[in-house]
């Protein structure tokens, strides 16, 4: 369905999204990491790969980053809602500002793979150019609808469907397995 590099980035755009925005998760509040624990959330967040920017990642980049994770959860949350314009604004909204632009590299003998930014970019605009083109593949595919935010109570964590129906509804099996005891309990003490 998706490109397997797009996948990876898809999956990183919600780890930083569920890593750096506060809201709720899993049935309990959740704040994002701060001062010090926030730049291992980060590098904890994004995966290390063979061709990954160098990362120093200080007070100025994880900002960045934080900025940019919101930004991305609008993507998300407009695509519940159904509001693709606002989702496809964001996008490229998301887009100029991380200056994302396609570009083939490699490392070492590897074959060259495409990149969505520049040699020299941080770590923090870098990652975010890629999510951001990433969430516009999906957005511009026709696989907006993979995009989605947990319907359980207490819930906004945010995932890619990939499931082969799309129909996935929760972020996590935690969130699914709460949501079907509460429905139970609901149905037993409705007198059923
Ligand atoms: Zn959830």
């Known amino acids: 369905m998706f490109d397997s590099h797009v996948a990876v980035l898809l999956d990183q755009a919600v780890s930083l999204v569920n890593t750096l925005t506060d809201g709720q998760a899993r049935g309990r509040p959740y704040s994002a990491p701060r001062g010090a624990e926030l730049a291992d959330a980060i590098d904890a967040a994004v995966p290390r790969t063979a061709a ?3 990362r120093a990642i200080d007070a100025e980049q994880a900002a960045y980053l934080t ?22 604004e964001t996008v490229n909204a998301l887009l100029r500002d991380t200056a994302a632009r396609p570009r083939l590299d490699r490392v070492g003998a590897e074959p060259w793979q495409m990149h ?3 040699p020299d970019d941080s770590f923090a605009a870098g990652s975010s150019a890629s999510c951001a083109t990433a969430l516009a593949l999906a957005v511009g595919g026709g696989l907006a609808g993979r995009l989605g935010v947990c319907r359980a109570e207490r819930c906004d964590r945010v995932y890619v469907d990939t499931s082969r129906n799309a129909a996935r509804q929760f972020c996590s099996t935690a969130c699914q397995n709460r949501t079907k005891a509460a429905a139970f309990r ?4 409705g007198g059923g």
């Open 116 to 118: 969505f930014h520049g």
């Open 186 to 189: 609901a149905r037993k003490e």
């Open 67 to 88: 900025g940019a994770a919101q930004r991305m959860r609008d993507v998300f949350q407009a695509m519940q809602d159904g509001r693709e314009d606002a989702a496809a």
């Open 52 to 54: 990954s920017l160098p």
